[in-house]
């Protein structure tokens, strides 16, 4: 795929419906990967929404006519710092410096907030986002387990700002 040019703007509530299905498309990869299974195979307009009440929202679009959304990232203060969360690109339009660029522009808020950080949370069986995350500058912070689970199914990482 040639490379195409996009912007990056907050997400409006009219995007809804397109970034649940980037979620869903993105994550689908991840079926059968993670357990417990991620949430964003159950996720609905109604609990997307709900979580925009919280959360704020980041969609990467392509400059085409009509233009296209291809990618999205929420992300939500945390005490000092900035966690995000959902990162998500089209399986068709990756290898663009889509996520990256996302990924930077979360990062510049949370500068412009003052946050100290940025954090997120990666399952551990993925072990090709532990690295990508690695490359942009995120450490490891600590294992967490989900409800039930007696081994660690995530990892927090951190990127000092």
């Known amino acids: 795929m040639k490379q195409q040019t996009f912007l990056l703007r907050d997400c409006a509530e009219a995007d809804e419906p397109v970034v649940l299905e980037i979620i869903k498309a993105a994550f689908e990869e991840q079926r059968g990967r993670v357990h417990p299974p991620s949430s964003a195979h159950h996720k609905t307009l109604a609990i997307l929404q709900a979580e925009r009440q919280t959360a704020r929202a980041i969609v990467a679009e392509i400059a085409s006519a009509p233009p296209q959304l291809v990618g999205c990232i929420f992300y939500e203060t945390k005490a000092e710092s900035i966690y995000f969360s959902r990162l998500a690109v089209l399986p068709t339009h990756r290898g663009q ?32 986002q532990h690295t990508y995350y690695a490359k942009r500058g995120y450490q490891f912070v600590c294992y967490t387990m989900h409800p039930g689970f007696t081994e660690p199914t995530s990892m927090v990482m951190e990127k000092a700002l």
Do not use: D, F, W
Request: hydrophobic share 55%; no cysteine.
């Open 97 to 128: 410096g889509i996520g990256a660029a996302l990924i930077g522009e979360v990062e510049r808020r949370a500068a412009a907030l003052g946050a100290r950080s940025v954090t997120l949370s990666v399952r551990v069986a993925l072990t090709e």
